[in-house]
């Protein structure tokens, strides 16, 4: 499990692990069950506080991407694939409603942005 903390982000920092370690979730870089570094561990590796690791593993339990087990630590949790889906599904609206707003400020036309996703597409 990588985690960067870029303190030059404004984000804070339980957020910035939160959403790393969510995101590595959600792509498949952990697995179901795969121990988690144990909070005070992965406070001494990153030289935070304990209580900023404990409230990104809170959050992330509270959403249930992670589980914990007393005296054996934390683990990523089984997800349910169409709820991931569903996720991605929001955040790529999200990103089509920003890119259309671009688009419009371009005066760029709805054909103009199929012909740049299929040229895209193409150079892959």
Known sequence: MNIF???RSGAPIYDQIYSQIKNQI??????ANEPLPSIRNLAKDLRI???TTKRA?????????????????????????ELLKEHNLKKIEEHIME?????AACRLSKND????????????
């Open 5 to 7: 903390i870029d303190n």
């Open 57 to 81: 593993y809170d959050e992330l339990e509270r959403e249930g991407f992670i589980y914990t087990l007393p005296a054996k630590g934390c683990f990523v949790a089984a997800q349910n694939t």
């Open 26 to 31: 959600i792509s498949g870089s952990l697995i």
């Open 99 to 103: 890119i259309k707003n671009l688009a």
């Open 113 to 124: 942005m199929i012909e740049m996703i299929n040229i895209i597409y193409e150079q892959e």
């Open 49 to 51: 506080s304990v209580v």
